[in-house]
């Protein structure tokens, strides 16, 4: 079992920026690729970026060049630095990671983004 802990959200105005963190503990070994999503009201959870064990990283075309993924695997942490948001980043944002084939996710942090 995996668990993931995220911390990080909150209220920011328009053109700020924020940065979230995702610790896992647990049975950690093999954690290959972790991830940022993200479910806005009434909408489907969408993917917003996603990191491999190597490093290797792909966005979202919403986020491209304002949200950098990056990971400390000594530190099983994964983050999200989000600049220049956006009143449509405005969800709840999910830590993701993938063991084995299985997916594991944290409870959600709330970001919000005021015009």
């Known amino acids: 079992q995996v668990q993931l802990v995220e911390s990080g959200g909150g209220l920011v105005q328009a053109g700020g920026s924020l940065r979230l963190s995702c610790a896992a503990s647990g049975s950690i070994v093999s954690i290959r690729a972790m991830g940022w999503y993200r479910q806005a009201p009434g909408k489907q959870r969408e993917l917003v970026a996603v990191i491999t064990s190597g490093g290797s990283a792909n966005y979202a075309d919403s986020v491209k060049g304002r949200f950098t993924i990056s990971r400390d695997n000594a530190r099983n942490t994964v983050y999200l630095q989000m600049n220049s948001m956006k009143p449509e980043d405005t969800a709840v944002y999910y830590c993701?990671?993938?063991?084995?084939?299985?997916?594991?996710w944290g409870q959600g942090t709330q970001v919000t983004v005021s015009s």
């Open positions: 993701n990671a993938e063991q084995f084939l299985y997916y594991y």
